[in-house]
């Protein structure tokens, strides 16, 4: 079955810290795979995607993301984090008609 | 470019009526246009797909009497809770896109913040 998985429901950084959120999928075909921020009560904002190329993905406000196909992983890294970036994090991965399979989302905490 | 909008942003309204919800494509046409729910603290849950001019897909175990979808252009799609409850309070988010391939990125509105007294 297609799903995607994100590990870890919550995860805290100190300010200038590096980052990184795992992502794992299942999904039998191409994997089209997605990163969306949503900060509170807002809508979903892309940060970036990949469907094909280079594996390593940079994406909007420094972010990027490495598409493992060994590890069936997508994770997304920033190498400093700031207090803005605070926010949930969904991973998610593109199927037929276009629908997207969502992962449960990982809420980042920053530090001071 | 891009911007999907959603009025109202918010709606409070008594049990038993209908409330409806609007998802505008500003500056492209959207072919497909996606409604989600959001509970607090979880992932977006897929209610249906709208193509324009034709009927919503509904996902399994969403009601399509209850949750009327209407695509009637390639710019705007209608939500209507209709007969709403207290179970329906939620947030509901809506998404477009100019094509229906899975390589397709999709645009997501603010949302709309529900609750039914």
């Known amino acids: 079955a297609q799903s995607v998985t994100q590990p870890d429901i919550h995860i805290t950084v100190s300010e200038g810290a590096s980052l990184e959120l795992r992502c794992n999928y299942s999904y039998g075909a191409t994997p089209y795979l997605f990163w969306y921020v949503q900060s509170p009560g807002q809508g979903l904002q892309l940060l970036l995607k990949?469907?094909?190329?280079?594996?390593l993905v940079q994406g909007i406000k420094g972010f990027e993301a490495e598409f493992k196909r060994s590890q069936s992983s997508f994770n997304l890294r920033k190498p400093s984090v700031h207090w803005s970036d605070a926010a949930e994090y969904f991973c998610?991965?593109?199927?037929?008609?276009?629908?997207?399979?969502f992962g449960q989302g990982t809420e980042l905490s920053v530090k001071p | 470019g891009a911007v999907v909008s959603q009025h109202p942003s918010w709606v409070i309204c008594k049990s038993g009526t209908s409330v409806k919800i609007e998802c505008r494509s500003l500056?492209?046409?959207?072919?497909?246009m996606f409604w989600y729910r959001q509970f607090p603290k979880q992932s977006l849950m897929l209610m249906a797909t709208?193509?324009?001019?034709?009927?919503?897909?509904?996902e399994q175990g969403v009601e399509k009497d209850k949750f009327l979808i209407n695509h009637a252009s390639l710019t705007l799609s209608t939500l209507t809770v209709t007969s709403a409850h207290p179970e329906d309070s939620s947030f509901y988010i809506c998404?477009?896109?100019?094509?229906?391939?899975?390589?397709?990125?999709?645009?997501f509105g603010p949302g709309t913040r529900l609750t039914v007294l």
């Open positions: 990949y469907f094909s190329g280079d594996t």
């Open positions: 998610a991965v593109g199927t037929q008609g276009g629908k997207l399979i």
């Open positions: 500056d492209f046409q959207a072919t497909t």
């Open positions: 709208s193509n324009e001019g034709s009927k919503a897909t509904y």
């Open positions: 998404s477009a896109a100019d094509g229906t391939a899975n390589t397709d990125t999709q645009y």
